[in-house]
């Protein structure tokens, strides 16, 4: 069945320092990944997804994510992060399911940047 | 361009009342999707619609909840009679495409926060 997994539920991180947000998932077919940010009060907003090819995914506001098919995860990464960058992150994994696409999401990450 | 717009933004109600959430997509896309975000929980899919018709409605607790897309444009979400655990943030987001939104970047409203007392 599948299902979404991110371990971290809070992340704590002074600003300029890197970050790895990880996220793990169960299919057994072909799937595609998401990370998404939610800023307080707000809806949902994509960071970058993958669909195929490079595994080495680059999305907006300078984060990136690695597919590893073996390890059946997708961290999400970011090489010095800022105090905007304080929000929830999820991770969702669609594929193809009794003939329709199901599209699932994890429990989320909530990524505190401190000054 | 205008996003997905939502109304109203916080609703309070007593349980077994009911209550109407509506939403207005981004203009020309196809599929429409309603989430149900509990706190601490990752949205959760009630129902997804390509134009007006339903591609899935498997999580949607159909004793209590309904929804409707009209003319395939923007949807409402009800809930009827309301209980104390469907006190939760409400999204609608829609994909331009009709793949299922399997590939497709889906674009979120700002949410409806709901709390039943």
């Known amino acids: 069945a599948q299902s979404v997994t991110q371990l971290d539920s809070q992340v704590p991180v002074f600003e300029e320092a890197p970050v790895e947000l990880r996220c793990n998932y169960s299919?057994?077919?072909?799937?595609?990944l998401f990370w998404y940010v939610q800023y307080p009060n707000q809806g949902l907003q994509l960071l970058l997804k993958?669909?195929?090819?490079?595994?080495l995914v680059k999305g907006i506001n300078g984060f990136e994510a690695e597919f590893n098919k073996s390890q059946t995860s997708f961290h999400l990464r970011k090489p010095s992060v800022h105090i905007s960058d304080t929000a929830e992150y999820f991770c969702?994994?669609?594929?193809?399911?009794?003939?329709?696409?199901?599209?699932?999401f994890g429990t989320g990450t909530r990524l505190k940047v401190l000054a | 361009e205008a996003g997905v717009a939502q109304s109203p933004r916080y609703k309070i109600i007593e349980k077994r009342q009911s209550v109407a959430f509506w939403c207005n997509p981004i203009?020309?896309?196809?599929?429409l999707y309603w989430y149900q975000q509990i706190l601490g929980q990752g949205p959760k899919l009630l129902i997804q619609?390509?134009?007006?018709?339903?591609?899935?409605d498997s999580q949607l607790p159909k004793d209590r909840f309904s929804a409707e897309r009209l003319k395939g444009v923007d949807s409402t979400l009800k809930i009827q009679p309301a209980k104390l655990e469907d006190s939760a943030v409400y999204l609608c987001?829609?994909?331009?495409?009709?793949?299922?939104?399997?590939?497709?970047?889906?674009?979120f409203g700002p949410g409806t926060r709901l709390l039943v007392l």
């Open positions: 299919s057994s077919v072909s799937v595609y």
């Open positions: 619609f390509q134009n007006n018709g339903v591609v899935d």
């Open positions: 993958y669909l195929s090819g490079s595994t």
């Open positions: 987001a829609s994909s331009y495409g009709t793949s299922g939104g399997a590939r497709e970047t889906q674009y």
């Open positions: 203009s020309g896309h196809a599929t």
């Open positions: 969702a994994v669609s594929d193809l399911t009794s003939g329709t696409y199901k599209y699932i």
